[in-house]
């Protein structure tokens, strides 16, 4: 049965941080590629980060390039998003996401609540 299980969201204060987790299980991880989407309510769902399964390579939005940082640890089954420097601008629905070509797969985590506030 396949799993991603999200943690790490929660309230913080502008120019903290937050490490956000997806621990995933029921499928070859490390074939597949992890993005991290937010969304914030009357707004568009957004691609923050991404890294390939195999080589690592990395990308980011450009509203997050500097702060946030995603990696992935393919013997714990999990990818990170570190997130430093929050902007209330940053307050979403954080989901990962799983996916590979040929053939076609994808799966998505249930979302966890990130918060930025003072």
Do not use: H
Request: net charge positive; charged share 20%; glycine share 12%.
């Amino acid at each position: 049965q396949v799993q991603l299980v999200e943690s790490g969201g929660g309230l913080v204060q502008p120019g903290g941080s937050l490490r956000l987790s997806c621990a995933a299980s029921g499928f070859t991880f490390s074939v597949y590629a992890m993005r991290w989407y937010r969304q914030a309510p009357g707004k568009e769902r957004e691609l923050v980060a991404q890294i390939s399964g195999r080589s690592g390579s990395t990308n980011y939005a450009d509203s997050v390039k500097g702060r946030f940082t995603i990696s992935r640890d393919n013997g714990k089954n999990t990818v990170y998003l570190q997130m430093n420097n929050l902007e209330p601008e940053d307050t979403a629905v954080y989901y990962c996401r799983a996916d590979r070509s040929g053939p076609y797969r994808e799966y998505w985590g249930q979302g966890t609540q990130v918060t930025v506030s003072s």
